[in-house]
């Protein structure tokens, strides 16, 4: 191991940041070299004896608070890992979008190369803050949509009205009303455009009933009105659903297309997530 580190011609780089308000029975996977995964009893501590009071109040005695997002790299020999602040970020935003959880990472995220500790960050702070909210759990169904949410997360960096929307949702998690509801009128304006609460409608509604009932929902909160736990959640699904479809401008035109009487081209997987 000594001789491989020291000579051979590449370096693996591992970082682990725990994390509170999820459970899952089994590692899984959500893009290469990123897994979430339960976590193994001293496997922070052998390396780090003061690892303790760096974790999560109650980790690892909880169901809740008994696995970690583990992020790998092969490194050329003289190669910088990639920000795995950045990558554990992303992956907890979409966790959050997937399951609802009153999620987050860290506080901090340990570092090892080729086994041997290497460092400790601190995690980015809205990915390091838990929301008031429930814990969730990550089971078969949510596993592939998270995926797919992670992956399209990255799109967002040529399209700067998704990321202000995805930016508002996220801190619109932390607020109280009426700061909540303004960030969210915010956030579905900037996804969904000005006639947001109909196209969400149209989006989410599996018929004309359901469809009905959310527009009331979200016209209230269009005028002002607080945001309730529907509204809130539609909110949440309205993003896995824009994020699945990986072209939000193409989504609005079918949306509109579906507005006026007229067929979508496209199949959305507004997932009940």
Not at 15 to 42: D, M, Q, T, Y
Not at 121 to 145: C, K, M, Y
Not at 196 to 210: I, K, Q, Y
């Amino acid at each position: 191991m000594l001789e491989s580190s020291l000579f051979g011609e590449h370096r693996q780089y591992v970082a682990i940041a725990p994390l509170a308000g999820l459970s899952l029975s089994k590692a899984a996977e959500l893009a290469p070299g990123l897994v979430v995964r339960p976590f193994s009893a001293g496997e922070l501590s052998t390396h780090w004896p003061e690892s303790r009071g760096l974790l999560p109040r109650s980790f690892g005695r909880e169901p809740d608070r008994n696995c970690v997002l583990e992020f790998r790299q092969d490194l050329d020999v003289g190669g910088a890992p990639h920000d795995a602040g950045a990558e554990i970020a992303d992956a907890v935003s979409a966790l959050r979008l997937t399951t609802s959880a009153a999620l987050a990472a860290g506080p901090v995220l340990f570092e090892t190369l080729d086994g041997r500790p290497f460092g400790i960050q601190a995690v980015l702070p809205i990915a390091a803050t838990q929301p008031p909210g429930e814990p969730s759990r990550l089971d078969a169904f949510r596993t592939p949509i998270a995926v797919e949410v992670l992956a399209a997360l990255g799109d967002a960096d040529g399209d700067p009205e998704l990321a202000e929307a995805l930016d508002r949702w996220e801190l619109s998690l932390f607020q109280n009303e009426p700061f909540r509801g303004e960030q969210l009128r915010a956030a579905l304006s900037a996804l969904l455009g000005e006639t947001w609460p109909m196209r969400c409608s149209v989006l989410l509604g599996e018929d004309a009933a359901t469809r009905e009932e959310l527009h009331g929902h979200l016209v209230a909160l269009a005028a002002g009105e607080p945001a309730g736990a529907t509204s809130a959640d539609a909110s949440r699904r309205a993003f896995v659903a824009v994020l699945r479809s990986r072209d939000r401008a193409e989504l609005v035109h079918d949306l509109d297309r579906e507005l006026l009487g007229l067929s979508r081209r496209t199949v959305v997987r507004a997932a009940a997530v």
